[in-house]
């Protein structure tokens, strides 16, 4: 019986040359050679010489430059690269570098541009003074809105951009806490709440997805006070409310913030006063002071707007609480400027 190569189906009793030597075993597309240590060092080597060549051109100071992390570098290099598409050097408006800074100062807060998917295009330089961290440290955070917000607030600002995007042109607010330094937390005592303000805009003709881009203005709404304030009472008003937000009694200080007599307040629904959009979240902070029962006083806080009666809007930062005696709620509502 004549046994073939399973390599050359040739007799092996006529070539036994074909099969491979013991020890050297053939490569195969699944199994490539390893790499030597050399030729992985030579290819760091020439990774890193680029990282470097790219941190050198970013426009930073040599300080900031020094304390990039390649990672660092390449997330700056990234937003610099989404902004020179919506922003081409040519279009630069003819001010000089002193002048953008100072008319950067006199706004109330920082310029924000993203892309249609949350990536973070453009940060104003002055947002050092509101968050305390320099646009360098706040990209440390990541490359998206949502890496610089509180997590909390990631579904309903997401929310607000898709409607933003389906209606360009459109306004759209929404307040979240943002990151800020460790020395801003430590004097304040947490992180900055925002106001975002913005709307999709085309940058470039003609309008496309690659050409637009989410533009707002970014700027810092009053803190809740600790419980011990006295100077901050006048900017207060509480309410009581059945367990479905039907008021039951509101202090006569509402009259100052919102315009209503107590009267006329007395009997409706909380909700018949909020702005649409906030309604999920307040529905959201309702919810879970309502589900509460027997886990104690539990009290939420959320950033909504209630209508004046004026017909205009009040910003106002909600402590929601539960009294689990009377099975009521109390809201402790601070008008935010």
């Known amino acids: 019986m004549t046994i073939f190569c399973s390599h050359c189906h040739r007799p092996l009793q006529a070539e036994m040359s074909c099969l491979p030597r013991r020890g050297k075993r053939a490569p195969s597309a699944s199994k490539p050679f390893r790499s030597t240590k050399g030729a992985s060092k030579a290819r760091r080597d020439q990774i890193n010489a680029e990282l470097q060549a790219l941190r050198s051109l970013l426009p930073i100071s040599a300080r900031e430059k020094e304390r990039l992390s390649y990672l660092h570098t390449m997330a700056l290099v990234c937003l610099r690269l989404r902004g020179a598409q919506l922003f081409p050097p040519d279009w630069a408006p003819p001010l000089g570098p002193d ?50 917000l509180d997590g909390r607030a990631h579904e309903e600002v997401q929310k607000k951009l898709l409607l933003a995007q389906e209606e360009p042109g459109m306004e759209v607010t929404f307040v979240s806490k943002m990151h800020t330094s460790k020395a801003f937390r430590l004097q304040h005592g947490g992180d900055r709440a925002m106001a975002v303000r913005g709307r999709f ?17 970014c700027t810092p709404v009053t803190r809740l006070p600790a419980g011990g304030d006295a100077d901050s009472q006048d900017h207060l008003f509480q309410s009581t409310h059945m367990l479905d937000m039907t008021f039951i009694d509101v202090t006569e200080s509402v009259t100052y913030h919102l315009g209503y007599r107590r009267e006329e307040l007395v009997g409706e629904s909380w909700y018949s006063l909020l702005h649409p959009e906030d309604a999920d979240l307040a529905a959201t902070q309702h919810r879970a002071v309502g589900e509460s029962f027997g886990a104690g006083a539990a009290a939420e806080t959320a950033v909504l707007r209630l209508q004046r009666r004026d017909r205009t809007w009040a910003w106002l930062g909600v402590l929601a609480q539960r009294d689990r005696r009377d099975h009521s709620i109390t809201c402790t509502s601070r008008c935010l400027r």
């Not at 320099?134 to 890496?147: F, I, K, P, R």
């Open 99 to 148: 002048l953008g800074i100072e008319l950067l100062s006199l706004l109330p807060g920082f310029l924000l541009v993203l892309a249609a998917n949350g990536k973070l295009i453009y940060i104003s330089e002055n947002v050092a003074q509101v968050l305390g961290l320099s646009m360098v440290e706040l990209l440390a955070q990541g490359d998206t809105v949502y890496d610089i």
């Open 201 to 217: 805009t085309a940058l470039r003709w003609p309008a496309s997805p690659s050409t637009t881009a989410f533009l707002a203005l």
